[in-house]
């Protein structure tokens, strides 16, 4: 998938927004020359944090945040090696991790050689909420490895016998829905 591809819930993720006006969601949209310079990746909040030089010669501090898979590590080593490039073409640029039907088919496959969970995981949709509550606390899904899809950058932890679980949010739904209509057949 391409940088311009990733979301958050059902919006794109793509372009940053200016940290300086966050919450009025004003992006860097009307300025694609501007120039990436460097960013840092915060574990804590999710998010990356990119520097820009703008058309104008002024900086920028802009934030991308979208729901993982792709991990925040995978987008941010396609973003640092392309420090100095612009915003118009940091959008084209391919990151890693799988999304849409392929990642749903990747959680099928995985349910069905058993590397995914299939009936050890069952919890009501109040204790998934505290649950992520909780592992947002603990913070860094950076290493975590989600055991639906196999990829890292897990956010959502559950109690399990014994080692607790770890997925993507968006995998931990594809799972639920897969194992279903497994369950259904
Ligand atoms: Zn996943």
Same mark, same amino acid.
């Given at each position: @998938?391409?940088?311009?591809?990733?979301? #958050?819930? +059902? =919006?794109? *993720?793509?372009?940053? =927004?200016?940290?300086?006006?966050?919450? #009025?969601?004003?992006?860097?949209?009307?300025?694609?020359? *501007?120039?990436?310079?460097?960013?840092?990746?915060?574990?804590?909040?999710?998010?990356?944090?990119?520097?820009?030089?703008? %058309?104008?010669?002024?900086?920028?501090?802009?934030?991308?945040?979208?729901?993982?898979?792709?991990?925040? #590590?995978?987008?941010?080593?396609?973003?640092?090696?392309?420090?100095?490039?612009?915003?118009?073409?940091?959008?084209?640029?391919?990151?890693?991790?799988? +999304?849409?039907?392929?990642?749903?088919?990747?959680?099928?496959? #995985?349910?069905?050689?058993?590397?995914?969970?299939?009936?050890?995981?069952? =919890?009501?949709?109040?204790?998934? @909420?505290?649950?992520?509550? =909780?592992? @947002?606390?603990?913070?860094?899904?950076?290493?975590? +490895?989600?055991?639906?899809?196999?990829?890292?950058?897990?956010?959502? %932890?559950?109690?399990?016998?014994?080692?607790?679980?770890?997925?993507?949010?968006?995998?931990? +739904?594809?799972?639920?829905?897969?194992?279903?209509?497994?369950?259904?057949?």
């Amino acid at each position: @998938m391409k940088l311009r591809e990733l979301t #958050r819930g +059902t =919006v794109p *993720a793509w372009p940053p =927004v200016l940290a300086s006006s966050y919450g #009025r969601g004003d992006t860097l949209d009307d300025d694609d020359q *501007a120039i990436l310079r460097g960013g840092v990746l915060n574990e804590q909040k999710r998010q990356l944090e990119l520097q820009f030089e703008r %058309t104008s010669g002024g900086r920028a501090s802009a934030v991308l945040t979208w729901d993982a898979p792709p991990s925040l #590590r995978q987008v941010w080593s396609v973003l640092e090696s392309n420090i100095g490039r612009r915003l118009r073409e940091l959008r084209e640029l391919e990151v890693g991790g799988l +999304t849409g039907s392929a990642l749903r088919e990747r959680i099928r496959q #995985r349910l069905k050689d058993g590397s995914a969970p299939r009936h050890e995981v069952s =919890v009501s949709p109040a204790g998934i @909420m505290a649950e992520n509550a =909780v592992s @947002m606390i603990i913070g860094s899904g950076v290493g975590l +490895t989600c055991q639906a899809c196999g990829d890292e950058g897990a956010e959502l %932890t559950l109690p399990s016998g014994g080692e607790p679980f770890r997925f993507h949010n968006k995998c931990f +739904t594809i799972l639920l829905e897969e194992r279903q209509r497994i369950e259904r057949k």
